[in-house]
Each structure stands twice: as structure tokens, then as C-alpha cells.
């Protein structure tokens, strides 16, 4: 990468998430808070990456490996689980309406 | 075959912006989390699809399927046994799983020694943050889950600062080739220096902020993602990182706004001190009894009830909502005025009312409603404090002086439910209580609640 593009990039995405945030009402704020957490989740990429690389041998970063993804899948999988889980208390309402 | 899987990488950063988007809008929220985590699989499935294409040796990828099953597994049953009062603790655990994969990321890659610059210098940024967001989390999480955790915060602020230096200055020796051997150390003291300053850090800091600092932290966590995908040279990581890191600044932010408090103060774990006279003084208040409040209920037309984070504690939320569907029943307007930072999160006093299915129509937000709050002929208080003190409008001596409040003392009649004479957070007394319309009912919220609802039950139409 180089680093001016990189720049650019990292310039437009603070801007774009600060703008997209903005908007959020309060009332959405720990819902959107654990999505967003969800989303750092992302990570797991990183992990998937690390493993690959791995010497099979070397079982010491083998097994911290394994616990990285592992940690990583449940920032993930709990984030949007439970940020689901939230929001269905919302809607369960304007059904009901 | 490359151009598809960043074409899925592209589809999927679109998906989590768009997702968050959706998030600005009650009705549309769930979808955007579905279209989020939608995006999220895909990455990770093209990229699990990468590790095969790349011949990652077998035994890598049983580990890897194996840890991937498990915690989508532990990540769904955490989530089917949670309450929605634990809601801010769990997403400070999960913000510390989430560092604690970027800090292992981070370890093992400096343990293959890479030599460019640029690098080095994103491996230690990245396990400086995360490791400050691993241990900041779990104290909050601990914090918030009541457990009591104290460390003398008097003594620690010279070590605090020796650590944060050292944790400038290794990097930079390491950096500007001064040190030359192996990383490998070098990055696990790293990793335990930043590990206990995430305890310091958060330390000193009090319960009733800690969600300010979950939102921080979890900025952090961001953060550190985005420098892993600067090693990784993965976009998706860059992009996910930095809109979370700056997604977190801002909810900061706009939490220590709607508290008056700069985030400095809160970081120092200090509250602002007013006149001293405002703790001595001696309040006359008066009390009322269950029944008469009732009676209140009943010849009220337009009722405001503005919870707090005593509701909360007392999981009375339920209840509330039993009464304030009683009230309709009676032909009685009821708003729910909820302050921004009302219960441990903004917008967590939304979710547990929503939990306890009040319509999302009653729920008002302070902005909404304060200039017509003489409109309410009663304002039901049950279990918040600060955000109702007048003072914070009316004497420029008090710490909250500047703070947004509801304007509850405008309204025709005030009741206060409450467990005792103490002070809220802020540590000041509440004028609204000395107020000729304002009475005040004693007990745990739930007692109360279920009080006044058996009463008002026979009470006629």
C-alpha cells in the first residue's frame, strides 16, 4: 500500500464514521455501541491470517492461535447476538402497535 | 479469483457502514445489525477461503475450525442467558475478548521478528491499545458487575506514569534501532506494562462512569484493529477498526456532555467540588404514603414518569410498565421522559423498558418535552436524582450547575421514589426536594410500584 493512498483512506473512513454515527439518537446508543463492538470483531481476520503462517511445529503460537480465533469469533458472534437481542425488544412493540 | 475476494472484502466494508446507518432509526436497527453480521460472515468465510487457497497446513485448520465452532457456540449461549440489565457489563467483556485476539495477534507476529520499520512500529501500537482495552475491560466489567475491586489510587499515580512513559520509551528505543536484538521480549514486557496500565487506568475511575469508559475502551479496541490491518495490509481491518475507534470517541464524547464533565475529570476518577455549604445544609422535606400517591395517580390526567438508574438496580421495570398500562386503561396520558443518561448507558433505559414492552411512543427524550413539562399536572421520579435538580439551572454554586435536567419541578405536583436520603452520583443534595410541590415516597422501586398499582386497582374510575 502505499502510504499517501493509505493516508487518504484513513482520513475518509474517520470522517465517514464520525458522520454515520452522528445521526444515531440517543435511544439507540448501547445498541449501537455493542454493534459496534461487534464489528471491531473484525480481528478475527487478523487471527485467520496469523494462522496461516504459523509454523505447525511451533505449538506454544499454535495453541495462543487458536485462542486469539476463538476470542475473536465470540467478540463477533456474541456482539451481534446480543445486539439482535436488543433490538427485538424494540420491534416486538411497533408489532404489536 | 483475487479480484472476487476483494470484490466480497468491498461488499462487505459497504455492509457495515450501511449496517451502522441503519442503526439511526428504531424500525430499521434490526435490519442493519442483520446486514452487518452478514457482511462479518463473509469476510470471514473469503477469508478462511484465503487460508485453504494459501495451503495452510492441516493442522492449522483444524485448529482453526475447531476455535471458530466454539466461540460462535459460547457467543450464542452467553446470549441466550444474559439480562438486559447486564447489557453494559457484557459489552465490556466482549470488548476485552476482542483485545485480547488483536494483543495474541500482535504477540506472535513480533515473535517472527519482521524488520520493517513501519511494522514494528504498528505491532507495538497495536499491543500498547489492546492491551490497555484487555485489562481496562475486565476491571469495568468487574466494576459493573458490582464486584468490588479497590486499589489505592493514591500511591499508583506516580507508578501510572512511569509505565506510560515506559511504554513511549521502549518502543522508540526498539523503533530508532538503538536496542538491536530480538523483538520477542521486547514485546512481551510491552505486552504486560500495557496489560497493567489498563488496570491503573481504569482504577481510579467510579462506577457510575463507567459506561464513558466502555465507550473509550471500546474506541481503543478499534483502534487496535485498525493498526493490526495496517500489518496485514488488510482494508476491511482498517476500515472496521477506524469506524469503530471513531464511532466510541464520539459516543465518549457525547456522554461526558450530557453529564457535564469533561473527560479529563472523569479519567481522574474526580468530581467537581462545589460550596462547601451544600453538603451541611439541612433539608425539610415532605413525606407521603403510598395510598395518597395513588390517589395522585387517579385524578391526574397527563403523567410524566422519569426513571433513573434506582429503577434499574430495583429491576423494576416491569412493574412500571404494568402501571403505566394501568393509567391508559384509565384514560390517563403517561410519557416516560428519559435523560440522555439515564440507567449505566445512553439508551439503556430505552432498551429495558423496551424489554418490558412499553410502546415506543411514550418514551420522550428530555429536549422533547422541557419547555412544556407545566403541561403535567404530576411528574412520577423513581429513581433518578441528579437529572432532576434544579440546581443545575438555578445556583451557580453547585457541581452540577450546567448540566441538562429534566424540568420535573415545573410540573403541577412532584413524587419522588427513593430508598433513602442519600445523594446521587454528582455527591450534592437535591433542591427539587425542598420544593412546596415536591413529595417524596421511601422504599425499594418495586415495592413501591407494586404498591401503588395494587391501590390504584381499587380505587373506582
Same mark, same amino acid.
Given at each position: ?26 435511544? +439507540?446508543?448501547?445498541? +449501537? ?28 503460537? +499454535? ?10 469469533? +465470540? ?23 | ?186 514485546? %512481551? ?23 464513558? =469508559? *466502555? ?22 481491518? =482498517? ?65 410524566? =414518569? ?41 439508551? %439503556? ?32 421520579? *423513581? ?25 420535573? %419541578? ?52
Amino acid at each position: 500500500m502505499e502510504t499517501i493512498n493509505l493516508t487518504y483512506f484513513i482520513v475518509f473512513s474517520i470522517f465517514l464514521g464520525v458522520e454515520i454515527i452522528s445521526n444515531v439518537p440517543a435511544i +439507540l446508543h448501547t445498541p +449501537l455501541m455493542s454493534g459496534a463492538n461487534a464489528i471491531s470483531g473484525v480481528i478475527l481476520v487478523g487471527a485467520i491470517f496469523m494462522m496461516i503462517q504459523v509454523d505447525p511445529t511451533d505449538y506454544v503460537n +499454535l495453541i495462543l492461535g487458536g485462542i486469539a480465533v476463538f476470542l475473536g469469533t +465470540l467478540n463477533i458472534s456474541g456482539g451481534f447476538f446480543v445486539t439482535a437481542k436488543m433490538l427485538r425488544m424494540f420491534n416486538s412493540k411497533s408489532n404489536k402497535k | 479469483m483475487e479480484n472476487l475476494i476483494e470484490l466480497g472484502y468491498l461488499i462487505s466494508i459497504i455492509s457495515f457502514l450501511a449496517g451502522l446507518k441503519f442503526m439511526s432509526s428504531p424500525k430499521r436497527a434490526k435490519l442493519g445489525n442483520i446486514i452487518a453480521a452478514a457482511g462479518m460472515v463473509l469476510v470471514v468465510c473469503l477469508t478462511i477461503g484465503i487460508s485453504i487457497s494459501a495451503n495452510i497446513p492441516r493442522i492449522n485448520l483444524l485448529v482453526l475450525s475447531v476455535a471458530i465452532f466454539f466461540g460462535g457456540v459460547a457467543g450464542k449461549r452467553i446470549e441466550s442467558k444474559v439480562e438486559m440489565t447486564k447489557m453494559p457489563q457484557l459489552v465490556s467483556l466482549f470488548n476485552a475478548t476482542g483485545g485480547a485476539c488483536a494483543l495474541l495477534i500482535g504477540i506472535i507476529e513480533a515473535s517472527q521478528n519482521p524488520q520493517s520499520l513501519f511494522l514494528q512500529f504498528c505491532l507495538f501500537a497495536g499491543i500498547i491499545t489492546s492491551g490497555v482495552a484487555v485489562t481496562g475491560s475486565l476491571l469495568a466489567y468487574s466494576k459493573l458487575s458490582g464486584k468490588k475491586l479497590i486499589i489505592e489510587n493514591k500511591n499508583t499515580t506516580l507508578l501510572t506514569k512511569t509505565i506510560l512513559l515506559a511504554l513511549l520509551f521502549i518502543p522508540a528505543l526498539i523503533l530508532t534501532n538503538i536496542y538491536a536484538g530480538a523483538l520477542g521480549p521486547v514485546v %512481551h514486557i510491552v505486552a504486560v506494562l500495557s496489560l497493567v496500565y489498563g488496570i491503573l487506568f481504569v482504577a481510579p475511575i467510579g462506577g457510575a462512569d463507567m459506561p464513558v =469508559i *466502555i465507550s473509550f475502551l471500546n474506541s481503543i479496541t478499534g483502534i487496535a484493529t485498525a493498526f493490526a490491518g495496517l500489518v496485514y495490509s488488510s482494508y476491511i481491518m =482498517i476500515v472496521g477498526g477506524i469506524i469503530v475507534g471513531a464511532a466510541g470517541i464520539l459516543l465518549t464524547v457525547l456522554m461526558c456532555k450530557a453529564m457535564n464533565r469533561s473527560f479529563l475529570t472523569v479519567l481522574s476518577g474526580k468530581i467537581k467540588k462545589g460550596s462547601k455549604k451544600a453538603y451541611e445544609k439541612e433539608q425539610i422535606i415532605q413525606e407521603i404514603s403510598s395510598s395518597e400517591v395513588a390517589l395522585e395517580l387517579s385524578y391526574s390526567s397527563k403523567i410524566a =414518569i422519569v426513571p433513573g438508574y434506582g429503577l434499574a438496580v430495583a429491576q423494576a421495570q416491569h412493574i412500571c410498565s404494568h402501571l403505566q398500562k394501568l393509567l391508559e386503561g384509565r384514560d390517563t396520558e403517561v410519557h416516560f421522559i428519559i435523560h440522555p443518561v439515564a440507567g449505566r448507558m445512553p439508551g %439503556h433505559m430505552n432498551v429495558l423498558l423496551a424489554e418490558a414492552n412499553v410502546d415506543y411512543s411514550y418514551l420522550k427524550e428530555m429536549e422533547e418535552v422541557n419547555e412544556e413539562m407545566d403541561s403535567y399536572d404530576l411528574s412520577l421520579i *423513581i429513581g433518578a436524582n441528579d437529572v432532576v435538580n434544579p440546581a443545575a439551572e438555578n445556583d451557580e454554586e453547585s457541581p452540577v450547575y450546567g448540566m441538562p435536567i429534566i424540568r420535573t %419541578h415545573h410540573s403541577r405536583k412532584v413524587v419522588v421514589m427513593k430508598r433513602g436520603m442519600s445523594t446521587g452520583y454528582a455527591g450534592v443534595q437535591n433542591d427539587l426536594f425542598e420544593m412546596d410541590n415536591c413529595f417524596l415516597l421511601f422504599g425499594d422501586a418495586k415495592d413501591s410500584l407494586t404498591q401503588l398499582v395494587d391501590q390504584l386497582k381499587l380505587i373506582s374510575k
